[in-house]
């Protein structure tokens, strides 16, 4: 008997890194799994591995920064699996080249990164709560960052939309909390993810070395994996976290406890879905 069994878990950019790893998680632990993304290969190769397991997934090919592909999405999910139980709010976007300060920041790169990484959230949620309330309850997870409470050079739309997220998340958690839904966040550290190694490769030298560069300015002296990200959002998820809502928890290698965390990395130092 797997800890969520019989429960529908939907989540938005699940075909890489964070996403993908939750994904698997839960099926390992008997939920069925609805991925949204635009990666179709990708989202299918999860869905693929899903299936070997033993479980149920399915792939919505979907750019969730749209209110039309939102609701599709949730649409698609109760014809597949009938309900949403739990819904892990977790595409994000940071380009290597999305690094400027305010002035040289594009309205248009602006609007993409906030559209994508909370506008999406709020959508998702919008559409899939109505749903949760029909099971009697369930939990809405969202994906923020540590540069949510602190933050690093040359990034004002990513850290305006992790700060968003918090806030956001506290805010659901008042309204829905009368109706047994729960709205939690997760803020991950540097994790090992396709964004974090196309970021790297930007950098001189190679790409596992620049990573573990990256690990040795955590207390715990890596980065980490989406597993590790993973293992909390079950919790979360599940009936051990039920006096939980409107919380955020850090999944950072001990960096937030730097301080300082920025400086300590330097500019190069990100977190990524």
Same mark, same amino acid.
């Given at each position: 008997?797997?800890?969520f069994?019989?429960?529908?878990?939907? !989540?938005?950019?699940?075909?890489?890194?964070?996403?993908r790893?939750? $994904?698997?998680?839960f099926?390992?632990?008997?939920?069925? #799994?609805?991925?949204?993304?635009?990666?179709?290969s990708?989202?299918? $190769?999860?869905?693929s591995?899903?299936? &070997?397991?033993?479980?149920?997934?399915i792939?919505?090919?979907?750019?969730?920064?749209?209110?039309?592909?939102?609701e599709?999405?949730?649409?698609?999910?109760?014809?597949?699996?009938? $309900?949403?139980?739990?819904l892990?709010? &977790? #595409?994000?976007?940071?380009?290597?080249?999305?690094?400027?300060?305010?002035?040289?920041?594009?309205?248009?790169?602006?609007?993409?990164?906030? &559209?994508?990484?909370?506008?999406?959230?709020?959508?998702?949620?919008?559409?899939?709560?109505?749903?949760?309330?029909?099971?009697?309850?369930?939990?809405?997870?969202?994906?923020?960052s540590?540069?949510?409470?602190?933050?690093?050079?040359?990034?004002?739309?990513?850290?305006?939309?992790?700060?968003?997220?918090?806030?956001?998340?506290?805010?659901?958690?008042?309204?829905?909390?009368?109706? &047994?839904i729960?709205?939690?966040?997760v803020?991950?550290?540097?994790?090992?993810?396709?964004?974090?190694?196309?970021?790297?490769?930007?950098?001189?030298?190679?790409?596992?070395?620049? #990573?573990?560069?990256?690990?040795?300015?955590h207390p715990?002296?890596? !980065?980490?994996?989406?597993?590790?990200?993973a293992?909390?959002?079950?919790?979360? $998820?599940?009936?051990?976290?039920?006096?939980?809502?409107?919380?955020? !928890?850090? !999944?950072?290698?001990?960096?937030?406890?730097?301080?300082?965390?920025?400086?300590?990395?330097g500019?190069?130092?990100?977190?990524?879905?």
């Open positions: 008997m797997g800890t069994d019989g429960k529908v878990v939907l !989540i938005t950019g699940g075909a890489y890194g964070i996403g790893g939750t $994904a698997l998680e099926a390992r632990e008997g939920a069925k #799994v609805a991925i949204a993304d635009v990666d179709k990708a989202g299918e $190769a999860v869905v591995e899903i299936q &070997n397991n033993g479980s149920k997934g792939l919505i090919r979907a750019d969730v920064s749209k209110a039309s592909e939102c599709r999405v949730v649409a698609e999910t109760i014809k597949s699996f009938g $309900a949403i139980n739990i892990f709010n &977790n #595409v994000g976007i940071q380009s290597p080249d999305s690094y400027h300060n305010v002035e040289n920041t594009s309205e248009e790169l602006w609007d993409r990164i906030l &559209n994508v990484n909370l506008k999406s959230y709020f959508l998702m949620s919008k559409f899939a709560i109505p749903y949760i309330r029909k099971e009697g309850g369930g939990v809405v997870i969202n994906t923020a540590v540069q949510g409470i602190q933050s690093q050079p040359l990034v004002p739309a990513y850290a305006a939309s992790k700060g968003g997220i918090l806030s956001l998340t506290r805010q659901m958690s008042l309204d829905y909390a009368t109706e &047994n729960r709205i939690l966040a803020c991950p550290g540097a994790i090992d993810t396709k964004m974090v190694r196309d970021i790297a490769e930007t950098e001189d030298g190679n790409t596992d070395d620049v #990573v573990k560069r990256y690990g040795s300015t715990l002296g890596r !980065i980490g994996q989406p597993v590790d990200i293992n909390v959002v079950l919790f979360l $998820a599940s009936d051990k976290a039920s006096f939980m809502t409107g919380e955020h !928890i850090c !999944i950072d290698g001990g960096y937030n406890a730097l301080g300082a965390w920025a400086s300590a990395a500019a190069s130092m990100i977190e990524e879905n």
